[in-house]
């Protein structure tokens, strides 16, 4: 996270500096292989490209690439909320990740536990449904073994109140122990482990996400220098720590800036990713969000190798993008909230964390100060905007599926609510007209920051404009495209072992109408697998299709399709997934 650290004098020399800036370790693409593109022709026959993505092998940790990051105090006290909330009688949910179901993923960074008059109902108003916040030891135990959670409690209750839910980073360090450096001293260690679990014990039933330490593969977060093998065992320690505090505890880690595959490999060595319930990253670096793609894959593929009794989930803890003058501006700033949202969803990452909610500053030149989705006086910005309309728009909608389009650079995300579907679109190339095979008479549009249209139909087809800001299309009950509904790959990213016998996991959900038809797994155009499907109303079936895996290594690109008998809806009756072959 960006931001300032506190001031003391060490008998060393003088570590947390104020107000310093970050850098942040640039996503490495020479790690991984190119990302791999995928079409689908529009017809009824779907071809699918595959690409073998080996693990990256150890090397030194390449020299950071420095991106702008901001810097701001991390825990300033400000006036008392003057809104009177109205507590939400729905509990909140407890010790687990959200489902992709719009808006329960999406959430922001924040620098407050008190909040400015009004500000608190802004940010439920935007539909934000987490943030994430520094839990600050030194500012916790100011008196060895005396532990003060007064400062934080105010922030727990108040976010309660708005059924907003909390990830707290338990980070940096204690001039009590070790001279205020990241405790890497049995001594130190132990302190930070105890300060852990009395935070897990503090706020249990809460339904806190525990994250451990920040961005600590930077010396700017682990001063003097980044050190994984002391950071990886406080992250053993203190995780061993809140699991006996409360072994109901979720916990996360290790937050690294950028893809650090050498780090992320040492902390494997370790035994760290077993101590785990999900890992943490800040994919700073890229210059869209689309970009993230192979990246989630790689990661996703390598902790198979330190988790290989179940898929350890990736969770964006940290991520934005500047709108500073000069820069992409406030409009495309808007335009990357959502699409990265919606890409996250569509690579199996149940939590998004926007960075930041809120501006540092009025310099609109200023790098550090214009990564808010709001403005320093609080007045919202584009940003704010397409975070609010993604959320009401889709809102109750779950993820179903990326179908595949025949141009790379175009993306269509599916959603479902109950028995109506509706789509995201958008495209990282330039404007144009694109025509989806779907008949209607028309379909409500809902543009990024909330204007509402109707797009008629043309010629049996829908012409809908695509361009870089994503669009809704919202389809009723009584529209040909509810039979694109009723079906999702479990997870977009699906591991199998190298043999015979394993299949591709798809999911058809609880509808009130039957589903019949044949479900196909293709590569590279040829039918890898296929099984017959038959549901009943109201009936959620699971679904496994037979894979033939024989001369396909690494991750490869393959499309899942559901082939009803009267051909309705092809070719978008499919879905892009990932399939990680194993040993």
Not at 248 to 267: C, E, N, Q, R
Not at 308 to 325: C, D, H, I
């Amino acid at each position: 996270m960006r931001k300032c650290q506190r001031c003391f004098e060490g008998l060393l020399l003088l570590v947390w500096l104020v107000g310093c800036a970050a850098p942040v370790v640039q996503a490495d693409p020479s790690t991984l292989p190119p990302a791999t593109t995928y079409t689908l022709p529009p017809t009824a026959t779907l071809t699918a490209t595959s690409t073998t993505t080996p693990l990256p092998t150890p090397t030194d940790t390449p020299t950071p690439t420095p991106i702008p990051t901001i810097s701001i105090p991390l825990l300033t006290r400000t006036l008392a909320p003057t809104d009177a909330p109205t507590p939400d009688p729905t509990p909140l949910p407890l010790w687990t990740l959200p489902e992709r179901v719009i808006p329960e993923p999406f959430g922001v960074n924040i620098h407050f536990t008190h909040a400015l008059p009004g500000e608190l109902g802004l940010l439920a108003g935007g539909g934000f449904r987490w943030v994430r916040m520094d839990m600050l030891w030194n500012t916790v135990e100011r008196t060895p073994g005396h532990y003060d959670f007064q400062e934080y409690d105010a922030l727990v209750a108040a976010m309660a109140q708005r059924s907003i839910r909390i990830l707290f980073i338990l980070d940096y360090g204690n001039p009590l122990y070790d001279y205020g450096f990241p405790p890497h001293s049995p001594e130190g260690r132990a302190a930070f482990a105890r300060f852990a679990a009395a935070a897990a014990r503090h706020y249990r039933g809460k339904g806190i996400i525990w994250e451990i330490w920040n961005e600590p593969n930077l010396d700017q977060f682990w001063p003097p220098k980044a050190d994984v093998e002391h950071y990886g065992a406080l992250l053993l320690e203190a995780a061993d720590a809140i699991r006996r505090a409360d072994p109901t505890a979720y916990i996360v880690a290790p937050a690294t800036s950028g893809y650090d595959w050498p780090f992320w490999m040492a902390l494997g060595e370790l035994g760290a990713f077993k101590k785990l319930d999900a890992v943490t990253v800040h994919s700073y670096g890229l210059e869209i969000p689309e970009q993230v793609g192979p990246f989630y894959v790689q990661l996703t593929a390598l902790l198979r190798r330190y988790s290989p009794a179940w898929k350890l989930p990736v969770l964006s803890g940290e991520w934005g993008y500047t709108s500073v003058r000069g820069g992409i501006g406030e409009e495309q700033q808007a335009q990357y909230l959502a699409r990265q949202w919606l890409i996250n969803l569509a690579y199996d990452v149940n939590l998004s964390i926007w960075y930041d909610w809120r501006n540092d500053g009025v310099d609109p030149a200023a790098i550090e100060q214009n990564f808010g989705t709001v403005r320093y006086d609080l007045s919202p910005k584009p940003a704010y905007y397409a975070a609010q309309t993604l959320s009401r728009t889709l809102g109750g909608y779950r993820f179903l599926r990326r179908i595949p389009l025949e141009r790379a650079d175009d993306y269509l995300l599916l959603f479902q609510k109950e028995t109506r579907v509706a789509l995201a679109l958008w495209t990282t190339g330039e404007t144009r007209a694109l025509v989806l095979p779907i008949s209607v008479d028309d379909v409500k549009t809902v543009l990024l920051t909330g204007v509402v249209g109707v797009t008629p139909s043309q010629g049996g087809g829908l012409v809908v404009t695509v361009d870089q800001s994503p669009r809704y299309l919202l389809f009723r009950e009584d529209q040909a495209a509810t039979s694109l509904g009723g079906w999702r790959p479990y997870e977009s990213l699906q591991w199998l072992p190298a043999d015979d016998g394993h299949g591709v996991h798809v999911v058809f959900e609880s509808l009130p109408f039957s589903m019949f038809g044949e479900m196909q797994v293709r590569v590279q155009g040829k039918v890898r697998g296929t099984t017959t499907v038959a549901t009943h109303p109201m009936e959620e079936l699971h679904v496994y299709v037979p894979v033939d895996v024989s001369g396909l290594q690494g991750n490869v690109l393959a499309e899942v399709v559901f082939i009803p008998p009267d051909g309705a809806m092809l070719p978008l009756q499919s879905a892009a997934l990932w399939l990680l072959i194993g040993e």
